[in-house]
């Protein structure tokens, strides 16, 4: 027990009783996440990108439970720690292996480790949206219980439980610590930068950049399942955002309306910004990218939706909904990047503007240095960790299919039937 | 081009963190901080042109 760090203070039976309600409801959000993935891949793939959300999901919730609950800790309880000028730098959890006193703790504890083990399953399926239709299922699974079991642990204490990234404002007097209390940085930046780790290794689809020329256009096989995906991963935001208002942020139950309205506003902001842009660049608007706006509102929501007004919250949305268009068509034909969920730009770039925003906003003298902070640790540590442990894994498990794989699709190679047997797949023109 | 990139990034967060460690005063320390920032983009940067000098002699 390090004697420096303060307790988490405790929920009352109310506020515990509405928070595991709203954790019951969360997984909407995750299934969101996976229509919208399978949505925006290729018809051929479909079967393999939801086969996949749901073993990665599997996968990444034992990975967790088995190894990286134990590194994750929780606030006031053992933990590794080192001294460094004068301060404790706290940096590992010390729990209990295989949750093994999980019965005996504290109800808070125990809400904290749920809420723990669907952000790790979400950010593991935010690296298999970008790797669709050339993602090996094996390779997707061992990207998951890696995640799981050693990268999300070691944030997930630094910014929940107690790390060095939550003491901040104890420490160095930074407002209240670095603030996530939706996962932004937890969930969606680690995601999305395991996301462009994976895109780097796995190269683009086959025939995305041809030679000579533009990139070719490889739309996603189904707009109903991307925006219907977006409306059920409205519902499971906003318990995400409320259960962790309550958890992390310790925020009473009077303000958990106004953190719900933020949410709403900020991806209905960001939607209709993108809407706008879409509609102006192109004439018309497109539907994966409203798809990608409304996400990205959502993610932004998340990391400030507990410590900002209504008006700032739009404000933040309408943001997250311009720079998302534009950073989606950077990607694709300004850098070659081939990113066919557009988590990249979606997970990591709008949950960066959402942190920075809550350090802009927030009332707290020192929030915004503290916010700083925290996104120099996930840009300049996280990114290139994820890399790092991305290109081992590559070595040991192929991430990318074979050509063959790719040009029969997903479906086929790796289950052996599609999606929809019995409609005709057509001839895929971009093959030269 | 791309592992040097993925190298200068951890130099800024380091810089970043030192920051306050050096400076008490909040002007400085968050001077400091988003120089630290600056180098992780400097980084970043140079990783993503990695990519697609690599990705340009790759097209098929």
Not at chain 1, 181 to 189: K, L, N, P, Q
Request: charged residues 10%; hydrophobic residues 55%.
């Amino acid at each position: 027990m390090n004697p420096t760090l303060p307790t988490a203070p405790i929920l009352s039976e109310a506020a515990f009783a509405l928070c595991l309600a709203l954790l019951l409801v969360a997984p909407l959000a995750i299934a969101g996440v996976a229509l919208i993935n399978t949505g925006l891949g290729r018809c051929r793939s479909a079967a393999q990108a939801m086969l996949g959300n749901l073993v990665l999901l599997a996968v990444a919730v034992i990975s967790f439970a088995l190894i990286g609950a134990t590194w994750v800790g929780s606030t006031g309880a053992a933990g590794h720690s080192f001294q460094f000028a004068g301060r404790p730098w706290e940096w590992l959890g010390a729990g209990p292996l295989l949750l093994g006193s999980l019965g005996a703790a504290g109800p808070q504890s125990q809400l904290a480790l749920l809420f723990e083990m669907l952000a790790v399953a979400l950010a593991a399926f935010i690296p298999w949206g970008s790797g669709a239709d050339r993602l090996r299922l094996s390779a997707g699974c061992a990207i998951a219980a890696l995640l799981a079991a050693t990268v999300f642990p070691l944030l997930a204490h630094w910014v929940w439980a107690g790390g060095w990234l939550s003491q901040l404002g104890v420490n160095f007097s930074l407002g209240a610590g670095f603030l996530d209390g939706g996962g932004a940085a937890t969930v969606h930046i680690l995601g999305g930068l395991s996301a462009l780790a994976v895109v780097w290794i796995t190269g683009p689809r086959k025939g995305k950049f041809p030679k000579e020329g533009l990139s070719t256009a490889l739309p996603g096989h189904n707009a109903i399942y991307v925006l219907f995906g977006c409306l059920l991963a409205l519902v499971g935001w906003l318990a995400w955002n409320l259960a962790g208002a309550l958890l992390w942020l310790h925020a009473p139950l009077g303000s958990l309306p106004v953190t719900a309205v933020n949410t709403l506003l900020s991806a209905a902001g960001s939607v209709t910004a993108t809407f706008a842009v879409t509609r102006f660049r192109f004439g018309k608007p497109d539907a994966s990218l409203c798809a990608n706006g409304w996400l990205a509102g959502l993610v932004s929501s998340s990391a400030c939706a507990g410590l900002v007004t209504p008006g700032e919250s739009l404000f933040v949305g309408c943001v997250a909904g311009i720079l998302t268009p534009l950073l989606v068509e950077l990607l694709e034909l300004a850098l070659s990047i081939d990113d066919p969920s557009g988590a990249i730009t979606v997970h990591a770039v709008g949950g960066l503007w959402g942190l920075l925003a809550a350090g802009i906003f927030a009332p707290m003298t020192g929030q915004f240095v503290a916010q700083l902070i925290g996104i120099a640790t996930l840009l300049g540590l996280i990114l290139p960790l994820v890399y790092l442990l991305f290109w081992l894994l590559n070595r040991v498990v192929a991430f990318r299919v074979d050509s063959d794989g790719e040009r029969i699709g997903m479906d086929l190679h790796e289950l052996g039937g599609g999606a929809y047997p019995e409609f005709v797949i057509h001839r895929d023109e971009s093959y030269r | 081009m791309k592992y040097a990139g993925l190298l200068v990034m951890p130099a800024g967060f380091f810089l970043s963190l030192y920051a306050l460690v050096l400076f008490s005063a909040p002007a400085p320390r968050t001077a400091f901080v988003l120089c630290g920032l600056a180098v992780e983009c400097l980084g970043l940067v140079v990783a993503v042109r990695g990519h697609m000098e690599a990705r340009g002699e790759n097209r098929i």
